[in-house]
């Protein structure tokens, strides 16, 4: 439908009613919007369409409505693999058409989208008269808050997400502080701005998550604190060696900025919102990619056990070079296959070998790490094509390592011979590694030049049906709906954190958080399941800071389709608990939050796909809490055989971590069940039909 041109005021509503966008056009022709929710402020009245750009005036005000339009959505798609089989995308949408009143009468056009489960908009730059493309200096979108809200957050790092959260209110956020810190290889926080998702809850109790969908060909948006006025403002992140924020041909979008709006902290995990603003499946069939579980060398170098250099002269956990006495190169045709057999007797279809190609003993210190990386080549001790021959015939499939050193240069110009390999030796899928500062000087990794890179990989490993788990990434958007090859990424301060950090690793409250604020932006591969959690006799000064329950449980809590079971064999050999994991499904059905708070607790409960079982898991921060469930989520009439692997009487992260119970029951939909876990602890659940 077509407006009235002469209107300054529209508004789209969700279509539940409850979340509604208004659009304002003020009488200096600028734009702004205001978010409601029942009728309450969420976002109050904030700047829209306001650019800085190169060699040509700010585009900010002085501008009149040429058109608007609106259309409504009610349908149903479906995921290749996920949390759930079917989403529903509903949504209404209103399209604001501006103009210049005065030359050079540029045109930018504003789209709004309204789900019940929160907003989404985004910008397009139509075709414009004697102009073929612009360069954005500055996008200076606002989010004015209606309160001090409490935050979770980590700092608008350029160059990694691999800090810890921070839990503080909205005038309180502090990222300059966050700048050093030892145990990060590469950081820079230009400005006291946060990365996306940050997650607030106002003091009535509504929740709230920002973030952005469809990042394509554009730079990664941080959200900088103009904490007198309770708002963000968009800060894009820059090319220092290019000296602008995003150059692009016209006509195009650029990503949406989203709002997740929860009346429950659960329904921020139910939300769909970023992977249904983002485009279909483009790929079709995709059925090449196997969700899984996977083991693979990679701890054992991370506790010291062996390197991933073959001349074992280097601690990659420390970044230091020492003498050693004898080999301890982990990737040995010896040892992957040790590993694959390991897999193959234990439902586990994956192996990941890192260390396996040359380049790792030229790679200490980040220094002329250009060239360094051969993705072709294996160490004289590794037969690639033999573990890939030997793991066929065991039912296990091998998982690729590219690390890239940060030099994606050199990266690019063997994607077509490393890619070929891969899909000569029939492996699908590839975990990648961006450490260290990028290569050339000026990059970093959350920039428009690297997003680029990211999605050249991406869509090379669609073109020979390789899936990619992206290292040091850029942060998901929901890409995976488009490109389901996109199965999994880390983008968080991970386990390995746990074996080698100085600061002691990640709190008991680290998880409870990254599952309301980075596990919201898509699939991490975090690498659960460590069952020596002191590291004996590895690592005397670290350990998890977790109960053995937990890492169960997390691997319900933390979705992935790839599913590391990440300890050394022997620490699972003969023990019980393990059982949970060969159990444990990837690939779901449905997902039911049961309960949760941010930063404290939350228990998810998920249906297999195909088999129908249900997996539970719950965990909590440095407190212990009592966790009831109702199974009313479960189908009438059926009974499961369930197996509850849950903290012991004295179980607690630090004193008494591997302490546990195994508890065998019936239930059904009618039954009720009070599980006590333990501080930094947690239960995980199997009920089989």
């Given amino acids: 439908m077509s407006c009235s041109p002469e209107k300054s005021y529209y508004k789209v ?30 976002i109050d009245t904030s700047q829209l369409a306001n650019f800085d750009f190169q060699e040509q005036p700010s585009l900010n005000g002085q501008l009149k409505i040429l ?27 209103l399209i604001i058409s501006l103009g210049e009143e005065k030359e050079p009468k540029r045109k930018i056009n504003v789209i709004f989208k309204a789900y019940d489960d929160g907003i989404g908009f985004r910008y397009q730059f139509p075709e414009q008269n004697g102009v073929d493309s612009i360069v954005i200096m500055d996008e200076n979108t606002q989010f004015k808050l209606a309160g001090d809200h409490s935050c979770w957050w980590i700092p608008g790092d350029w160059d990694i997400y691999e800090h810890l959260y921070n839990t503080t209110k909205f005038s309180e956020i502090d990222a300059i502080s966050k700048r050093d810190h030892p145990d990060l290889a590469q950081t820079y926080i230009p400005e006291n701005a946060v990365n996306t998702p940050v997650t607030m809850r106002t003091e009535a109790g509504l929740h709230l998550s920002f973030h952005e969908a469809n990042l394509t060909n554009y730079a990664d948006m941080t959200l900088k604190a103009d904490k007198e006025n309770l708002a963000f403002q968009s800060e894009l992140v820059g090319s220092d060696r290019l000296g602008y924020k995003v150059k692009r041909e016209l006509p195009f979008h650029t990503p949406w900025r989203t709002i997740q709006i929860a009346e429950k902290a659960g329904d921020l995990i139910e939300s769909k919102l970023i992977v249904n603003l983002n485009e279909p499946n483009k790929l079709g069939d995709v059925s090449w990619f196997k969700p899984k579980k996977y083991v693979g060398i990679w701890w054992e170098m991370h506790l010291g056990k062996s390197t991933w250099d073959m001349e074992a002269t280097q601690d990659m956990t420390t970044y230091t070079t020492s003498q050693a006495s004898g080999s301890k190169h982990g990737a040995t045709t010896e040892n992957a296959k040790r590993y694959i057999d390991f897999a193959s007797q234990n439902n586990i279809t994956g192996v990941l070998v890192e260390g396996w190609n040359t380049g790792w003993d030229h790679w200490i210190g980040f220094v002329d790490r250009e060239g360094v990386f051969d993705f072709v080549t ?10 890939v021959k030997y793991g066929k015939e065991k039912g296990v499939e091998l998982i690729m390592h590219h690390e890239t050193s940060a030099a994606p240069r050199t990266y690019e110009k063997q994607l077509d011979t490393a890619y070929a390999l891969m899909q000569k030796l029939g492996i699908h899928s590839v975990k990648t590694g961006y450490v260290g500062k990028i290569i050339p000087k000026g990059e970093y990794h959350h920039g428009q030049w690297m997003v680029n890179h990211y999605r050249r990989v991406l869509l090379k490993g669609a073109d020979t049906q390789v899936a990619i788990n992206a290292h040091e990434p850029i942060k998901a958007t929901g890409i995976r709906r488009t490109y389901p090859n996109a199965i999994a990424r880390e983008g968080l301060r991970g386990q390995e954190f ?3 950090a100085s600061d002691g690793g990640n709190p008991p409250e680290h ?43 997390l691997y319900v809590v933390i979705y992935s389709p790839i599913q590391m079971a990440c300890d050394l064999p022997e620490s699972y050999e003969g023990h019980p608990a393990f059982q949970f994991i060969r159990d444990v499904g990837v690939d779901w059905e449905q997902t039911k939050v049961l309960n949760g708070e941010v930063g404290d607790f939350v228990t998810i409960a998920r249906e297999e796909r195909e088999t129908g079982n249900w997996f539970i898991g719950s965990i909590t921060d440095e407190n212990s809490r009592d966790i009831s469930i109702n199974f009313n989520f479960l189908s009438d009439g ?13 179980a607690h992260w630090d004193k008494n971590p591997t302490s546990y119970k195994i508890d065998q029951m019936t239930i059904t939909n009618e039954s009720e069940l009070t599980v006590h876990l333990a501080e930094g602890g947690g239960f995980a659940m199997s009920l089989m039909k």
């Fill in 638 to 650: 059926i009974e499961y055989k369930a197996s509850l692997y849950r903290d012991g009487d004295d």
């Fill in 13 to 42: 509503s969700s279509p539940d009613g409850k979340n509604v966008i208004e659009f304002i056009l003020d009488e200096n022709g600028t734009p702004h919007y205001k978010v409601l929710h029942d009728e309450k402020i969420v």
């Fill in 498 to 500: 746990n074996a080698w």
């Fill in 67 to 93: 058109k608007t339009s609106t259309r409504s959505q009610d349908e149903y798609w479906e995921m290749p693999w996920g949390e759930q089989r079917t989403v529903k995308d509903n949504f209404n949408e």
């Fill in 511 to 553: 998880l409870p958080i990254v599952a309301f604020t980075r596990m919201l932006a898509g699939p991490i591969d975090f690498t659960p399941g460590v069952f020596n959690i002191k590291l004996s006799p590895y690592k005397e000064n670290n350990q998890i800071n977790t109960t053995l329950s937990q890492q169960l449980a």
């Fill in 378 to 387: 294996p160490y004289a001790d590794y037969d690639l094509k033999e573990v």
